[in-house]
Every structure is written in C-alpha cells, then in structure tokens.
C-alpha cells in the first residue's frame, strides 16, 4: 500500500506531527506561555503543565519499550524516481 502511494504517506507523517504540534502549543498557551513560532515540539513540551509533561514522557517510555521488546524497527519510506 505504501509503495503505491508513497506521497500519501510523507503527508500524513508531516500532518501528524503538524497536530501534535498544534495541541501541544494550544495546551502550552492555554497555560500562559507565550508564543514564539518555534516547531520544536520538546519547547513547546517545556512549556506545558508539569502532568502534561509526565504523561507525555510515560507514553514515549512505554512506547520505546514496546518497539525494543518485540523487535519492532522504524521504516523509512524512500521515494525511487
């Protein structure tokens, strides 16, 4: 599926991260921080409430044990042209 539309896949991995972006500064500024037009996500995580951060970590954690327990890898899509 990948390998037919390869364009489908780049876009979605952007407009994911695009929204973990946008709730992060949403819940960051909704805390008082002020904007500053930085796509660093762990600045914008800095910003957030000291649970959000938690949380967010605890995830990252869980998730990283995951991949290294069942052996999972990251793919990388290339696109041939």
């Known amino acids: 599926m990948i390998d037919q539309k390869p364009h489908d896949y780049v876009l979605a991995s952007y407009l994911a991260g695009l929204a973990v972006e946008s709730i992060l500064q949403a819940i960051a500024l909704h805390g ?45 899509v290339s696109i041939k042209k």
Do not use: N, Q, Y
């Open 32 to 76: 008082g921080a002020a904007h500053d037009a930085k796509h660093t996500l762990s600045k914008w995580l800095s910003k957030c409430p000291a649970a959000i951060v938690r949380h967010v970590t605890k995830g990252l954690v869980d998730a990283a044990e995951v991949v290294h327990k069942k052996g999972l890898a990251i793919r990388l």
